[in-house]
């Protein structure tokens, strides 16, 4: 996995007792200083996820419906020949819906029926990342007129977490050991500790403009550039302080 620029980051919370200040924390109530220590780091992802819908819509709904499942099916179909199930990845349905189609009528001055839409919505899931847009390109082609949107991830992030939170939780003690050493004390113990690993899944939007335009177009789809991930771990510790 490749793991680019690093951004650490230490936080204090001033939420420590101090010795000769009032009141003086109880035998029982150690003073304790409260750091969290933040560490970003960037990796390249090695999922993409895909939503593609079909949007039909007929007088009546069971023509909308009868027309979008012989679309969606088509669509399906292609996907699940790009993708490589045996690896681990996925097409499903993941929404739909029938529903009535109104347009406001000037003359009567109130809403009329116009007819049916149904809309069904199919997320596939790959490691393909370098075949996304030729995905896209041929969804567009065999009846998808929607892409929902296009995200990158990482599939188990957990060694990734691991890895974050170990430099997290040092970067939390060295903060610590600075604090205690210039209020004339030191570190004697831990207390409370509140680990936490986060990371965004950037969408890429395919506006419906331009779904049309790769739809009329002989041309392929343009290039979509997975980019990397961050992934953040924090861990906040409630340390135990000593003269």
């Known amino acids: 996995m490749k793991r680019t620029a690093l951004v650490a980051a230490g936080i204090l919370t001033m939420a420590f007792s101090v010795w000769g200040a009032e009141p003086a924390p109880l035998p029982d109530q150690p003073a304790t200083i409260t750091v969290t220590g933040s560490v970003t780091e ?16 007929k007088p009546t709904a069971q023509e909308a419906a009868r027309e979008n499942a012989a679309k969606s099916e088509q669509v399906v179909a292609v ?11 996925t097409v499903s349905t993941s929404s739909y819906s029938v529903q009535p189609a109104y347009e406001y009528d000037d003359k009567l001055r109130k809403n009329r029926l116009t007819g049916y839409r149904t809309f069904n919505q199919v997320t596939v899931k790959t490691a393909g990342i370098g075949s996304v847009g030729e995905m896209i390109d041929r969804a567009l082609k065999s009846g998808a007129n929607n892409v ?4 990158f991830a990482i599939r188990d992030n957990r060694t990734q977490c691991e890895g974050v939170l ?8 060295s903060d610590a050991d600075t ?3 210039a209020l004339g004390g030191r ?40 980019g990397s991930l961050a992934l953040t771990g924090q861990v906040q510790v409630e340390f135990i302080l000593a003269k």
């Open 179 to 181: 604090v205690a050493a």
């Open 79 to 89: 996907m699940k020949g790009l993708i490589n199930e045996g690896g681990g990845d």
């Open 148 to 151: 929902t949107d296009v995200r």
């Open 42 to 57: 960037e990796f390249s992802p090695d999922t993409a996820i895909l939503n593609l819908a079909v949007e039909t819509q």
């Open 166 to 173: 170990v430099k997290a939780a040092q970067r939390a003690r």
């Open 187 to 226: 570190v004697a113990g831990v207390r409370h500790v509140v680990p936490s690993c986060s990371g965004d899944q950037h969408p890429v939007p395919i506006y419906r403009a331009k779904a049309m335009m790769v739809m009329e177009s002989a041309e392929p789809a343009t290039p979509i550039e997975a």
